[in-house]
Nanobody
Framework: QVQLVESGGGLVQAGGSLRLSCAAS????????MGWYRQAPGKQRELVAT???????KYEDSVKGRFTISRDNAKKTVYLQMNSLKPEDTAVYYC????????WGKGTLVTVSS
């Protein structure tokens, strides 16, 4: 059974940093494009960062220059380094394939205070 477990969220002040991790089990991820998604209260889930199997990355405009996605295929883990956090980054963050065809994990909550 495929499982995605996100971790690393928390409460941080604006301008701070967090590093999120997403550990996959029951599947290999090395051949898949992966992504980090987020869902803010009252909003739809959105894709914020992607990384291809070839390590090419792409970011949604609002996080460009502040977030960095990376992956360790041997550890079946995807990371999201988030710097210069803003209150509008507050959301539950999820990882999944791009597109999100795997079962969604529980996500990890990031709260940025002003």
């Amino acid at each position: 059974q495929v499982q995605l477990v996100e971790s690393g969220g928390g409460l941080v002040q604006a301008g701070g940093s967090l590093r999120l991790s997403c550990a996959a089990s029951g599947t290999i991820i090395s051949i898949f494009d992966m992504g980090w998604y987020r869902q803010a209260p009252g909003k739809q889930r959105e894709l914020v960062a992607t990384i291809t199997s070839g390590m090419a990355t792409k970011y949604e405009d609002s996080v460009k220059g502040r977030f960095t996605i990376s992956r360790d295929n041997a550890k079946k883990t995807v990371y999201l380094q988030m710097n210069s956090l803003k209150p509008e980054d507050t959301a539950v963050y999820y990882c999944n394939r791009n597109p999100g065809v795997l079962n969604w994990g529980k996500g990890t909550l990031v709260t940025v205070s002003s």
